[in-house]
Nanobody, 117 residues
Framework: VQLVESGGGLVQPGGSLTLSCAASGFTFSNYRMRWYRQAPGKEREWVATITSTGGLKNYADSVKGRFTISRDNAKNTVYLQMNSLEPEDTAVYYC???????????WGQGTQVTVSS
């Protein structure tokens, strides 16, 4: 089982990035997917959720209207499009898979996003 995040990097305030999380080793379409983030010295916080079919999405208030979560079940990949980035968005971003019935879960290793001028 693997979740591999990519797409992080350094971006200026107001810029955009798209994170990807490629899944393998399990039936991706049976899993609800989430993005979390952890800033230095802070606890990990939930960012966004997408259901197994992609039909429902939820966002933390801090990113609502700026971030968009999506998935491609044919490619076993979940995405996080991040627009209007702010320095407060600086964190390591992690993807998480949770089985839609038995709640078995997996984590990726994270990708660093730094928003700075």
């Amino acid at each position: 089982v693997q979740l591999v995040e990519s797409g992080g990097g350094l971006v200026q305030p107001g810029g955009s990035l798209t994170l990807s999380c490629a899944a393998s080793g399990f039936t991706f379409s049976n899993y609800r997917m989430r993005w979390y983030r952890q800033a230095p010295g802070k606890e990990r916080e939930w960012v966004a959720t997408i259901t197994s079919t992609g039909g429902l999405k939820n966002y933390a208030d801090s990113v609502k209207g700026r971030f968009t979560i999506s998935r491609d079940n044919a490619k076993n990949t979940v995405y996080l499009q991040m627009n209007s980035l702010e320095p407060e968005d600086t964190a390591v971003y992690y993807c998480n898979a949770e089985h839609r019935i038995n709640r078995q879960g997996y984590w990726g290793q994270g990708t660093q996003v730094t928003v700075s001028s």
